[in-house]
């Protein structure tokens, strides 16, 4: 199955698409996460990706459909994936659908999760990620068992850079702009479906799986 996942800033891409993931026994593909890997590696992807991602604006389509390109190459893609913001603007939607055909696959399901703005900032200014595991909290809406420690795997817990509220704000119009209009393009194509993403994450989580079973109405 090839899913994809938007929605805004703090919609709750990354904390529903680990949770599909491991139901579903696909690779979980972030941009940003890949993006934040080169950066802390240092890599002359990283130094590139680093310019646009501590602003809080979209890397340009070129770097990033080039690293989407690659990794959907790779041999556990074959029996699918979920691509988790990315496209972010129609040409990345384009070439998106140009990988695709040229090895013969298509999308199966768009989900867009919807969260109202002011939500999103509590949601970002309080998140804490597993600087081991990548594992994603909230201080309040999703604490971890101990404070600053992954209950997975015992890791740290860090903020991420672009998680202040004046980048916040830069993501969240970069969003509205070049990003929302994509919902046109996959709902005009039947494929997309909207998920209240304000509900607690176990109803999110459960109101996609059976999206993707096919068993919502
Ligand atoms: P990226 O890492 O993708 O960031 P983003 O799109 O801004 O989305 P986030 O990861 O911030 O939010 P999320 O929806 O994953 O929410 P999460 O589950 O963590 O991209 C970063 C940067 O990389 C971009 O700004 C850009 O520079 C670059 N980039 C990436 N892709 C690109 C592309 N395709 N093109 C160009 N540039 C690109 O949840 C947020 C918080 O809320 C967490 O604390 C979580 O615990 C909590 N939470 C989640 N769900 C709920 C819930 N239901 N109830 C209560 N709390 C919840
Ligand atoms: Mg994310
Ligand atoms: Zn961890």
New binding site residues.
């Given amino acids: 199955m090839n899913i994809l996942f938007m929605?805004?800033?703090?919609?709750?891409?990354?904390?529903?698409a680990e949770r599909i993931v491991a139901e579903f026994g696909i690779p979980h593909i972030?941009?940003?996460?890949a993006?934040?890997l080169a950066m802390k590696e240092g890599t002359p992807l990283g130094l590139k990706?680093k310019e646009?991602?501590d602003q809080?604006?979209?890397?340009p389509?070129d770097v990033?459909n080039g690293i989407v390109r690659e990794r959907l190459q790779q041999d556990d893609c074959k029996r699918g994936f979920l691509l988790?913001?990315?496209?972010?603007?129609l040409a990345?939607a384009e070439a998106l659908d140009g990988m695709l055909k040229e090895s013969g696959r298509r999308i199966d399901h768009v989900i867009s999760?919807v969260v109202d703005r002011d939500m999103l900032l509590k949601?970002?200014t309080?998140?804490?990620i597993c600087k081991s595991c990548g594992a994603?909290?909230?201080i309040l809406?999703?604490p971890p068992k101990q404070e600053g420690v992954c209950d997975k795997c015992g890791g740290e817990l860090y903020q991420r850079s672009?998680d202040t509220e004046e980048k916040v704000g830069t993501?969240l119009d970069?969003y509205l702009s070049k990003t929302e209009p994509l919902l046109r393009y996959y709902r005009d194509q039947g494929l997309l479906r909207e998920v209240n993403?304000?509900?607690?994450?176990d109803a999110?989580t459960a109101q996609i799986t059976s999206i993707l079973k096919g068993q919502a109405e």
């Fill in positions: 929605g805004p800033p703090g919609a709750g891409k990354g904390t529903q972030s941009t940003g996460d993006f934040r990706a646009y991602v809080g604006l979209l890397v389509d990033t988790d913001g990315y496209p972010r603007t990345q999760l949601r970002l309080g998140r804490r994603t909290y909230h809406f999703n672009d993501r970069e993403g304000e509900q607690e994450i999110v």
